[in-house]
């Protein structure tokens, strides 16, 4: 199955899984991917909700999505921010071409834009895999480095897949 050209990427992976990772190849044995489009490396917010979804790992494979981390940094950077492990991939964004194309919100104009941590807030896309034709099931933009969906609200969504 091929995604469709908007949602597809092939990203340098530093966590678990194939490298570099595409959501064509995820979609070959995935229901559905839950993207998590993280802020910048110095984001704790964003660790946490990595650690959270961790320890809950096992709900999301248990409905047929694998979950994936987007930081903007470079491939070296990101492998640095996984200190801490994750259960999922972990893709390096350099540059931010995946988020801007799923439409990451970007605060304070060039400065935000420059400078990830200020300006860049945290977004999640579900993409639905199941009926051969990946689509966006549910977009969460966050409006502050604290707007995120918790745990059971993503897997509430993907129940409703």
Known sequence: MSASADLDFELPNVGPGPDPLTL?????????????????????????????????????RERGAEVVSVLPESPGRARDWLRDGASFPLVADEGSQVGDRLG???????????????????????VDLGDGRPRRSYVHRGTSPWDRPTVDDLLTELDRL
């Open 24 to 60: 064509g190849g995820l979609a070959e044995t995935n229901e559905a991917v839950v993207i998590l489009l993280q802020r910048d490396f110095h984001c704790g917010n964003c660790r946490r909700q990595v650690k959270a979804v961790t320890e809950r790992y096992g709900e999301f």
């Open 104 to 126: 990451q919100r970007v605060r304070f104009g060039a400065v935000g834009r420059f400078h990830d941590y200020l300006g860049r807030m945290p977004s999640t896309v579900i």
